[in-house]
Structures are given as C-alpha cells and as structure tokens.
C-alpha cells in the first residue's frame, strides 16, 4: 500500500514539475533580454539625441514589439471561450473485469488530470452565460499515456455525421456579412440550417432547457457522449457511455437572469471557478459508466452508434466508478488553458472507438486544428500537453522542436541505435485496436436505424416538470421570436409539432403564428446512390421508457440540497443590526454559504450597535442576478432601503428570479412587488424573522435556500 501512495504521489508531482519549467514568479531576477543580455533601461527606446528619432539599432526595442506582435494565436474554430483547471482522478475499485486501463485499475493512485470548461460558440471574449452547450474536456496524465475524454455538459449531439459538422458550425456563429450576433445562437442562419435538420431535435431539447444557462460551471454534468469501448486484458469489449456528476447537483440560472449577467460580468462563470478553487471549495465530479455487453448492441430502440440519442438510465443504470477533484489553477492562462490540446483519439490500452459517424469525424479534426493553432506538430512537446508516460519515436523536427534527440537513429528497424526504439508486445501495455469484424460494401451511406429523430426529443420533453417545459417553450419563444424569415419559424413549429403537439401551440402562440397542419417534408439530404429511397424520411420508434427523472434538472436525483458555495447577498446601510448580521452570517458560513455586504457606498457603515461595519460590495457593482439569496437585516436601515431605487430593484429581481429573500421585518419589504401582494405574509421563499421565532430564522433560511428556487412564483404560459 505504502507504494501504490508513493507511486500515485511521484506521478502527480511528475506533472507538477513538467508544468513549473520556465515559472515566471521569481522574485530575484534581473531583466534580460530573450538572449539573455541584462536589460539596463526598460522604459526609454535608444534614440539620437533626448528628442531625436528612435534608432533602428535599438534591438532592445525591436525585439519587445516583435514579440508583442505575435503575442496572439488563432482562437479555436469552436470551444474558443473557456477556462480550466488541475486536479487528479481516482478510481473506487478495479474496474479490472471491463478495462485494463492503467488509471481504472488501483484506488490508491491519483491521476493528475487538467480540466477545461468551454461554451462553444462565442468567441474567446464573448461571456460566460450564452445560451450554449458547454464543452467538458479531461485530460488524464496516465502512466500509459495521455487520454483525453472531449465531452460535452449535454449528452448527444445536433447531428449524427462529422461531415455536417462545418454546416453547423458556420450556421452557428455570427452570420458572415455582419458578423452579428456574437456568443447566441437567435439568428436566421442558425435556425435556417436547425429547421432543414430534423436529426437535431434531441439536441435542440436540451440546448433549449436550463441546462444551457449553468449556474457555475462546478454544477453541471458531463458526458462523453459517444459510445465508446472498454476493453479488459482478456480482449473482450463492452460498451461504455461516461457520465461526470458533480457533488453539488447540477443548477441553473434562468434566462432573464442568464442576460443580466452577461452586462454585470460576463467572467461569472470563469470567476466562481477561479474563487472556488482559490478558497479551497474544490469542485469534485464522479465518473459514472453505463456499461453494456457486446451481445446487447443490437438490442434497443435506437442505435448505440447513433450520437443523437441516450441510453435511458432505466434501461442501463448509471454505476459510479471514481471521482475527479479540481484542486489548483493554472499559473497562466495562455500557456496552460489556451494551449492546452484535446484530441478524442487520445485514449489508452483499455478504451476504444466505436463506429459511431460523428466520432470517427473527430478523430481527424483535433490534431488537424491544433497545427493550424499552435502553429506546429511539435505541440504535444507544450508543458500543458506533455505525457508522463516515457516518450520515444522516430518523430523529429519541425518548427519549434524542444527536444534535442541524440544519435544518429531516427528509423525503425535500426541496428545501429541497438533497434531501440522497441515496439511494445501487448503485456508490455503496447497499443492494439479492437479486433472488430468488419465486412461492408463502400457506402456513402447512413443506417436506417439512424432515423428516429423524434422519439427522445419527445421523452426529454416528456420528462421534464411543468416549470421546466415552460422554460423550454419560452427560449423558443425568444430564439424563433428573433428570426427575421418567418418560413423558417413555421418549419420549426412542423417540427416541434413532431416531438409535441402542445410544444408546438405554446410556441406559435409566443409567435403569433399557427402550427402547419402538416408539417414541411425534410429536404432529402442523403442524396447520391440513395436519392430515391428515401431513407431519410424521419420517423418516430416507439420508446419503452416514456419518462426518465435523470433528464430532468429538478426531479434528477443528482440534485442537491446543499448550499455549500453559495454567495448570498446583505442589503446594508447606516444603523444596520449588527447582531442579525452576525447570527445570519454565522449560520450561513456553517452550511459553507458566503455572506456579502451590500451598501450605498465602499468602506464602512455604522451598525445600530456603534460599530463599523465593512462593506464587500457597493450597490452600483452588486447585482441581484450574481447572488443566490437576499437576507435584509433590520435597524435603523429600513427608511433608506425602502427610498433606495438600488435596493428595491435588487429584491424585486430576487423575487422575479423565485429566489429565496429573508429579511428581519416585514415593512423593510414595503416598496416591494413581494408587499403588494395579496397572499403576502404567507409566500414560500420569503422568510421574515419577526415571524418565526428568533432561533428557527437562520435555519428557515437556509433550509430554504436549499430548494434553491421557489417556482410557484412563475406565471402560467
Ligand atoms: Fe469538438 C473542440 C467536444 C464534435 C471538432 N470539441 C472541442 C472541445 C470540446 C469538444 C469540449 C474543446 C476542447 C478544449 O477545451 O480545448 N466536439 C465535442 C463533442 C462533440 C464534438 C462532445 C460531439 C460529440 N468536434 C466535433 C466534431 C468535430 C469537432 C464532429 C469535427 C469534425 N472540436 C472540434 C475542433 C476543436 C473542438 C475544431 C476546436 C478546438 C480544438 O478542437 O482543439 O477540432
């Protein structure tokens, strides 16, 4: 035992190491140049006389500019937005029988891992609360080598070839004549392209839910999304959907608060993964893995191949296997989070690919994007992305090769090096693929059982509670209620009328439009050898799970109580209580909230008690929509706060965002929507200490704040 901890230590460190080389934070070291020439004079250029002409000598100068000139590299074509961190993964218990992957073998080691968050369509400054998808890519330094889960936080995906991929993508971002809109996917070209491809009506479900708008980064799910292979020593294969949960449930914020935040700081999301981290509040996921037996592929209602669709957890429970923790930031964010290089095709002895279309796409895509990127096939040589398994081949030069190989071998067979280096024998852990049968005609083809494209959008519909439907029908109420082409509006609602007929009614009714009675027929996009079958003519299979909890956000059992992490906000002015303060702030960092102070000016304020008080934010920087509960603490502050515009905004916002308020006294609430209502006294959510007696108030709050929203607040559609 003692050495599987020494072992799981020297590989974290191993990792710590690579990425420290070249750390810029000493603190005695003197300016040189990049040739290392000590620099005398940094702030004046060599010129001729103290008014005269800058010296094209001057290579000090030169040399600074040039390298400023080439400070940026190109930002990803997708995924360009993101932000990551360090951390290390660790296995529960073998998973010998299904892998022999080296990382799923021993649950005393710990594989460093550097995660990165991504939204996928804004550009790198576009802000964090898009409605998007959001990547979730893992790197795993394991002793075999690097493996690379490149998910998502959704799991499927809008189309079931890699070859549309481009089509999506160019549909996607801002439109090419006026480069508008950045970072939201309301615009014609989008719609337009989603409208003539009913196989991105799953997808468009969940893009469509709050899942789109996370409320941190550290609460959402992700998966891998394709079915991939587990392969063991014996060489037999299963396949495996993974799955990351997050310990603290997965959350999100609503929409009219999503585009608030974009205004008040769109590094949100960047920020409270950042602080998180900081604070020692590290984030944690557990890998969960649907494993299904070879023999069972053919078994469903859908085809596993098929990256459109899910594996009900009813059918193929979700077993929990490890956990990833996110420990440390990067030092920078250029070298580490933007050079960093996913590749799907990074796996180990263990795992394997599965003949899913869109997969197979990947495979070429990552390391054909990293050259045009970072600039050169040398990039894997970049601390971030280097293995800390033993790396030899016969690769060699390029631009910016770092390694400086010696010998005079770089071929296989060699004699002259001693043969070295050796190909590995498959217990030596050499790389072989799963010896998979394959017997075809070349086809540009799809399988038939590729053209459901209905059924699950209907179950993800279908499992959703009312609340969640109604914020579904309302993004697409904004999104089509954007489009300039209204032919693209009514091919949606054809659509969308496939997947749900009152869907569909609640949508045209946001449009002023009607459901088509019978809905456009797709354009045949399989064309060629197979135009005149037809095949691609969708149609809806009947599914045996009607309704699954684990698709909806608030019925998901993933969904967690706990207010660990979360920020509330303290309305504040002069003559403030202290001791509510004190009592709620206490509470609230004993269930691990964080209490802020909000007040009219930075500083100090005097509390009722004659003490100064330090304020954490003004209300000209704080914001409702940043924080995820109000508590107004009595004294002598409530005729401010009730003349106070700033402060009446902020809890009328919370109130509108069903979020939870708790203030000492009712009249503090006075010039509030929440007063004039007619149940009021009565509403959940609303928590007022003069009420409950003095001891239960702090545990109503936070009991409260527990169920995170208090939905009843929403009008009907
Ligand atoms: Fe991709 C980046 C996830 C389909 C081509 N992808 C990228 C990233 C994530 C994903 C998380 C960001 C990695 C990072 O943080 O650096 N992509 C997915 C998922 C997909 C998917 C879950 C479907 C299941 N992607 C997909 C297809 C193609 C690409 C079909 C092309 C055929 N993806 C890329 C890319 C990117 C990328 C252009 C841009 C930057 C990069 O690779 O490194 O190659």
């Known amino acids: 035992m003692k050495n599987v901890k020494k072992h ?14 070249n750390k810029s934070d000493a603190t005695d070291q003197m300016m040189t140049t990049d040739q290392g020439l000590k620099i005398n004079d940094d702030t004046n250029s060599l010129k001729a006389g103290e008014r005269g002409p800058s010296l094209l000598e001057d290579f000090i100068l030169r040399e600074k500019i040039t390298h400023f000139d080439h400070e940026r590299i190109p930002e990803r074509i997708v995924h360009a937005r993101g932000s990551a961190a360090h951390g290390y993964f660790q296995v529960y218990e073998s998973m010998e029988k299904y892998t022999k992957a080296g990382f799923l073998q021993d649950p005393g080691l710990k594989t460093p ?34 493996y690379d889960l490149v998910g998502n936080n959704v799991p499927v995906f809008f189309i079931q070839d890699a070859i549309k991929f481009p089509d999506l993508i160019h549909a996607v971002k801002p439109e090419p004549n006026n480069e508008m ?42 998966f891998g999304v394709h079915t991939f ?17 997050p310990k603290l449930g997965t959350h999100a914020v609503v929409w009219d608060e999503a585009q608030k935040i974009s205004g008040k700081n769109s ?70 989070t933007e050079q960093v290089a996913f590749h799907p095709g990074h796996i180990v002895p263990g795992i394997d690919f599965t003949n899913d279309p869109l997969l197979q796409g990947r495979l070429f895509s990552y390391t054909d994007t990293q050259l045009s990127r970072l600039g050169s096939p040398n990039f894997h040589e970049i601390p971030i992305n280097r293995t800390i398994a033993p790396m030899f081949n016969n690769q060699r030069d390029g631009h910016m090769r770092q390694e400086i190989n010696v010998g005079r071998g770089s071929y296989h067979p060699n004699s002259l090096g001693g043969g070295c280096p050796f190909q590995a024998k498959i217990d030596e852990g050499g790389f072989t693929s799963f010896n998979e049968r394959i017997d075809a005609h070349k086809v540009r083809d799809r399988s038939e059982s590729f053209s459901d494209h209905f059924s699950q959008a209907t179950l993800f519909f279908n499992s959703q509670t009312q609340v969640e439907k109604n914020h579904i029908i309302k993004a697409l109420r904004f999104e089509l209620g954007k489009l300039e082409t209204i032919a693209i509006k009514t091919r949606m609602l054809g659509l969308l009328s496939q997947i749900d007929k009152t869907l569909a009614d609640k949508v045209a009714q946001g449009l002023g439009l009607k459901v088509p009675s019978s809905p456009e027929k797709p354009i045949n996009h399989g064309v060629g050898a197979n135009a005149d079958k037809q095949k691609y003519e969708p149609k809806k299979v009947t599914q045996s799970v009607k ?61 009722s008690e004659g003490n100064e008080l330090a304020v954490d934010q003004s209300f000209l920087i704080a914001a409702s929509v940043l924080f995820d509960a109000v508590y107004i603490p009595g004294g002598k502050n409530a005729g401010f706060l009730n003349s106070n515009a700033e402060a009446i905004e ?12 708790g203030a000492d006294e009712f009249e503090i609430l006075a010039k509030t929507h929440i007063y004039d209502k007619e149940d009021k006294n009565e509403e959940e959510g609303i928590i007022i200490n003069s009420k409950t007696n003095d001891k239960n108030f702090t545990k109503e709050f936070i009991d409260a704040m527990g169920n995170h929203r208090f939905w009843n607040r929403e009008a009907e559609l």
């Open 650 to 661: 902020f809890i009328n916002e919370a109130y509108k965002h069903c979020k939870v308020i």
């Open 181 to 222: 809109p950045q970072a939201a996917s309301a615009h014609d070209t989008f719609w337009d392209f989603i409208s003539l491809m009913p196989e991105t009506m799953h997808t468009i479900m969940w893009v469509m839910s709050d899942r789109a708008i996370p409320r941190s980064l550290r609460m959402m799910e992700g």
């Open 113 to 146: 891992v550097f995660t990165r968050f991504s939204t996928v369509a804004g550009s790198r400054g576009s802000t964090d609360l898009a409605r998007d998808i959001r990547g979730f890519a893992v790197k795993f330094y394991t002793e075999q080598g690097n």
């Open 229 to 245: 292979r587990f392969i063991n020593a014996k060489n037999e294969s299963h396949f495996v959907k993974f799955h990351w949960k």
């Open 8 to 21: 799981a230590q020297d590989s974290e460190n191993r990792k710590q190491q690579d990425l420290k080389v």
């Open 547 to 607: 309704s699954s909890d684990a698709l909806s956000m608030i019925k998901n059992k993933t969904l967690s109580k706990t207010i660990a992490t979360r920020q509330v906000a303290f309305l504040c002015s002069e003559g403030v209580h202290q001791a509510s303060i004190n009592a709620m702030k206490t509470a609230l960092e004993k269930a691990g909230a964080t209490a802020k102070v909000i007040a009219p000016h930075l500083g100090t304020i005097k509390t």
């Open 267 to 336: 590094d949100f999301h960047r920020q409270d993964l950042w602080e998180a981290i900081e604070n020692g509040n590290f984030p944690e996921w557990e890998l969960g893995v649907q494993i299904i037996p070879e023999a069972d592929e053919h078994k469903f209602e859908f085809d596993l191949l098929d990256p459109t669709k899910i594996v009900p957890e009813e059918l193929v429970p979700v077993t929990i296997i490890g956990k990833m923790v996110l420990n440390r930031n990067p030092d920078n964010f250029f070298a580490e």
